[in-house]
């Protein structure tokens, strides 16, 4: 159990970081953002806050160690999030090599997911 624990602390603050280091030039509305998000991925300017504060609310979820429902809605919105943004680049640019990056952290967030409800059956 205490290996379970500390694996999925390890791996959710991984995870967390990463998204929450993703989310704050959307909130803040940084023109590199804007750029990205509006200008090679056609979604409107007013789309970009909104999409930032999300995933800040996301990872503070995950990151509390209660309340459950919403740590469920938590995971599923940022699942969300990263396939969107996959499926928005490769319909926009097509594949491309630097895009395997992505696959660490859906790979953290099913590993999170998996560790906490492996958590929660033992506790």
Known sequence: ?????????????????????????????????????????????????????????????ILIPSFRRIKEWAYAGLFFDLSGAIYSILVKEGFQLPMLVMVLPVAFLFVSYFLWHKKLAAA
């Open 1 to 61: 159990m205490k290996s379970t624990n500390t694996w999925y602390w390890v791996v959710t603050i991984l995870f967390a970081a990463f998204m929450l280091f993703s989310a704050i030039p959307n909130i803040m509305n940084t023109k590199e953002s804007i750029d990205m998000i509006s200008g090679q991925l056609g979604y409107p300017a007013y789309f970009v806050p909104f999409i930032g504060l999300a995933k800040a609310a996301g990872c503070i979820a």
